[in-house]
């Protein structure tokens, strides 16, 4: 049986989380994106917006220590399309770049710690009922606390 303290420290660490900070300070994304006022768990303006959100997958390893939880990032253009579907696959394919980077960085003191990420999913297009254009990767983040 997990002790309840290391099963609270366990479900705290939130594979989204880490991979939004991390996203929201990376320099290549910020300045792709204009901005970190780009990057959210929202869809909303302004655009282009980096959707930071819990994928359908992943495996919590019998929440003994890591988990791998799914993490789906989400670029959408505005209602009228822009920019064009070849510039948000571009800046789809450079956050996912930018995510694998995450288990080089140094963790924040109170964690959690990322000890893998990689892909999990296909690179998909999607046009929005809005008229907006999205394209989306899911990705395995590995986490403890």
Do not use: N
């Not at 901005?35 to 003994?64: F, I, Q």
């Not at 920019?83 to 959690?112: F, H, I, K, N, Y």
């Amino acid at each position: 049986m997990t002790e309840p303290a290391l099963l609270q420290k366990v479900a705290a660490a939130d594979p989204v989380a880490a991979a939004l900070a991390h996203l929201r300070q990376h320099p290549a994304v910020v300045e792709a994106f204009s901005g970190p006022g780009h990057v959210s768990g929202l869809v909303e303006a302004p655009w282009p917006r980096l959707r930071v959100t819990s994928g359908p997958g992943g495996d919590l390893r019998g929440l003994r220590w890591e988990t791998a939880g799914e993490v789906t990032i989400e670029v959408i253009s505005d209602p009228a399309g822009w920019p064009g579907s070849a510039e948000l696959r571009r800046l789809t394919l450079l956050a996912a770049g930018a995510l694998m980077d995450l288990p080089e960085t140094d963790p924040p003191p109170t964690g959690p710690v990322v000890s893998h990420v990689a892909t999990s999913g296909p690179l998909a297009f999607t046009e929005l009922t809005s008229g907006a254009i999205r394209y989306s990767i899911s990705l395995q983040v590995v986490v403890h606390p």
